[in-house]
Antibody, heavy 117, light 108 residues
């Protein structure tokens, strides 16, 4: 069974930093591009970032470019999102998702990030 | 950026009736369109891709059609377990494509 389990979400002050993790199991992790997608309270889905299977390429939404860094450790079947200079607008539930052929086949349950003073 | 517009925002349907959800793209996305279902307090789940191909384990009462700029998701014989928000997502421009704002399906 495919499982994606996010962790690391907490309450952080504006300007602070945070590192999210996603532990993957039940599939061959290094075969997949992985993504972070976020959802603000009562709002829709917003794509944040992706990283290719070997970490060779990464892409970011304009809203987080220069502040967030995505990475992965294929030996540990783990995905990460380093979030710096956090803003109140970054408050959201952050999902990791497994993608193939541009389709999000599996999602985790999410980890909540709250940016507030 | 391609804008995806879903309608209606909320759809109220009686149990056993048909629900028809619409998704319109601001420009053609061919058939590169997926639908996701998100139940309250849960992560999104893939329902449909390629506009009309059901994902693994999705019941046959869910069907999708369309191409270009107009798409529909139909839920035949709505059941209580279908109460959710449904999002369309175009992946013709990648990364990352764009999501619609969602349609909430409620039971009458």
């Amino acid at each position: 069974e495919v499982q994606l389990v996010e962790s690391g979400g907490v309450v952080v002050q504006p300007g602070g930093s945070l590192r999210l993790s996603c532990a993957a199991s039940g599939f061959t992790f290094h075969d997949y591009t992985m993504h972070w997608v976020r959802q603000s309270q009562g709002k829709g889905l917003e794509w944040v970032s992706l990283i290719t299977w070997n970490g060779g390429s990464a892409f970011y939404a304009d809203s987080v470019k220069g502040r967030f860094t995505i990475s992965r450790d294929n030996s540990e079947n783990s995905l990460f999102l380093q979030m710096n200079n956090l803003k109140p607008d970054d408050t959201a539930l952050y999902y990791c998702a497994r993608e193939r052929n541009c389709i999000f086949y599996s999602w985790g349950q999410g980890t909540l990030v709250t940016v507030s003073s | 950026e391609i804008v995806m517009t879903q309608s209606p925002a909320t759809l109220t349907v009686s149990p056993g009736e048909r629900a028809t959800l619409s998704c319109r793209a601001s420009q053609s996305v061919s058939n590169n369109l997926a639908w996701y279902q998100q139940k309250l307090g849960q992560a999104p789940r893939l329902l449909m891709y390629g506009a009309s191909t059901r994902a693994t384990g999705i019941p046959a009462r869910f069907s999708g059609r369309g191409s270009g700029t107009e798409f529909t998701l139909t839920i035949n014989s709505l059941q209580s377990e279908d109460i959710a928000v449904y999002y369309c997502h175009q992946y013709n421009t990648w990364p990352p494509g764009t999501f619609g704002q969602g349609t909430k399906v409620e039971i009458k």
